[in-house]
Nanobody, 128 residues
Framework: QVQLVESGGEMVQAGGSLRLSCAAS????????MGWFRQAPGKEREFVAAIRWSGDVTYYADSVKGRFTISGDNAKNTLYLQMNNLKPEDTAVYYCAAANRRFYSGSSYYRESQYANWGQGTQVTVSS
């Protein structure tokens, strides 16, 4: 199993930017996809973005499309989420996740159950 540690969360004003990082404890060889999910207070955890670890396919929730960018650095075993034009509704704990089984459909990227490894989360708070 790969252990994941998120960082970069903090409080920021609306319209600001943050970059979240997710460091893997070992080489990401064998990782098929990685994703970001978030959970706001009183709400269920939801999909934010995902990337096939080969780097050629990305997926985004409609609510973040055009504002967030997911990327990965295989050499550093690190996943990133660049978040621009942040809104108060982006306030949540952000989790990164890794899947080491191949996905056979695009819909798999959106489902929590497809990811076997999870980080502890990092808090993002956007003030209005």
């Amino acid at each position: 199993q790969v252990q994941l540690v998120e960082s970069g969360g903090e409080m920021v004003q609306a319209g600001g930017s943050l970059r979240l990082s997710c460091a893997a404890s070992r080489r990401t060889f064998g990782v098929y996809a990685m994703g970001w999910f978030r959970q706001a207070p009183g709400k269920e955890r939801e999909f934010v973005a995902a990337i096939r670890w080969s780097g050629d396919v990305t997926y985004y929730a409609d609510s973040v499309k055009g504002r967030f960018t997911i990327s990965g650095d295989n050499a550093k075993n690190t996943l990133y989420l660049q978040m621009n034009n942040l809104k108060p509704e982006d306030t949540a704990v952000y989790y990164c996740a890794a899947a080491n089984r191949r996905f056979y459909s695009g819909s798999s990227y959106y489902r929590e159950s497809q990811y076997a490894n999870w980080g502890q989360g990092t808090q993002v708070t956007v003030s209005s």
